[in-house]
């Protein structure tokens, strides 16, 4: 099975303080010329920092050791020593940082900005030099500080994919045809379940302002939240959407449980999921008998919108495009101003790069 690179424990640590120095004033003429030893530099700082070119976490895997530099000593001459350079480790958004012993929850980006920079440690402060310790008693003091250590500390690197709309099915129901009608990623598609392995991110173009993000995960089957299937861990990277559309296959029987099988599987995963406003769309209308099997589906949930549509004959996709902003905008609606223009920004930025970007790293959709 193909691992999606959405953990990672890394050991990071901080730079130690340089030593402070121990040196005297020699020059000709001067006699005693007294204590001229300079501080030691700070060590370097273990910095995160958001990189929104970066969509999974597979850079983790092969660097796991992150080291600041150490400040170097003071010299003589009252000269400080250099300060250490930071050591900086890119995240994609959406990454939250744990202790990898406790668990405990350090920090959490849920911007795209990449000014955002995370001073995780500091680096240890540089020891004082010699001259620091002149006084009227001990005019050649022969000590000087030692630079303080840095800290090391184990963390681990949670991703969860951040999208606007999350696409919710069994295998085969047409969840990846249907992110590649209305965006720019390229998915697998295929005749068989489990074509999709790992999420797949795209933008849908609203217009000059606006842009979705649409996520298509692996599909779930009954028992998945025991580990049927590929499981419901991937329903972690919908946990930040506005809203789900629930995508049921209506060429096939199994449709009429598939809703109340699906919603009941994600509110075991998490009560706070099922209670995102959600669509349901009934997919591959245009096979024989799909119909009647849409209009029985949607009279036994007369409180669900319920939608048809065939990505294959481009039947009814104007419906299900409005819904996809609707669901978008809810979450627009219920937030101060500020927070969702920031939302614009993020969708904007996505829209500059294709899901299909083949660089070093690994980003959702490239499934080899
Ligand atoms: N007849 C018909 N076939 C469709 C339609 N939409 C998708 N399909 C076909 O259904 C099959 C499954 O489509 P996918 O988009 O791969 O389904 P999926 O939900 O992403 O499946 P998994 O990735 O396995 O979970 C493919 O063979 C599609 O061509 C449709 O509207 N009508
Ligand atoms: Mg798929």
Redesign the pocket.
């Known amino acids: 099975m193909i691992k999606f690179a959405d953990e990672a424990t890394i050991e990071v640590s901080s730079g130690k303080g340089g030593n402070g120095c121990v040196a005297f004033r020699r020059e000709k003429f001067v006699p005693l010329g007294g204590p001229a030893g300079g501080d030691g530099g700070r060590g370097g700082d273990v910095v995160f920092q958001i990189k929104n070119n970066l969509r999974t976490l597979a850079h983790l895997r092969y660097k796991q050791h992150f080291k600041a530099k150490n400040g170097c000593d003071g010299e003589g001459s009252n000269r400080f020593g250099k300060d250490g350079e930071d050591v900086v480790i890119p995240l994609p958004p959406g990454s939250v940082i744990k202790d990898a012993e406790t668990g405990e929850v350090i920090k959490e980006f849920v911007t795209q900005s990449e000014s955002e920079r995370f001073v995780f440690l500091e680096g240890g402060k540089g020891g004082w030099g010699n001259t620091h310790f002149k006084t009227s008693t001990n005019q050649a003091p022969e000590y000087a500080h030692a630079g303080k250590p840095g800290e090391t500390r184990t963390l681990l690197i949670e991703l969860n994919i951040m999208a606007d709309i999350g696409l919710v ?10 992110l ?1 009608f209305f965006t720019n990623a390229r ?10 392995k790992i999420p797949n991110l795209g933008v849908l173009h609203v217009d000059q302002e606006r842009d979705i993000i649409i996520a ?1 995960i ?2 779930i089957i009954e028992g998945a939240s025991d580990g049927a299937g590929l499981g419901i861990r991937f329903l972690k990277h919908i946990s930040r959407t506005a809203g789900l559309l629930y ?1 049921i ?1 209506v ?1 096939d029987d199994n449709c009429f449980s598939a809703f109340q099988t699906l919603s009941s599987e994600l509110k075991q995963f998490s009560a706070e999921l099922a209670k995102k406003p959600f669509a349901v769309v009934c ?5 024989e008998g799909a119909q009647e099997r849409f209009e029985t589906i949607r009279k036994s949930l007369p409180d669900v919108m319920v939608l048809g ?5 481009r039947q009814g996709m104007d419906e299900v495009r409005k819904t996809i902003i609707t669901l978008a905008d809810t979450v627009k609606n219920t937030k101060p101003a500020a927070t969702s223009k920031k939302k614009k920004t993020v969708s904007a930025f996505m829209a500059e790069r294709s899901v299909c970007d083949t660089d070093e790293i690994q980003y959702p959709g490239q499934e080899q």
């Open positions: 099915g069994f295998p085969n129901a047409g969840k990846s045809s249907l590649d998915p697998k598609i295929a005749p068989y379940p489990f074509t999709t298509d692996p599909g995508i296959d060429s997919n591959k209308l245009d096979v549509m065939s990505v294959y004959n």
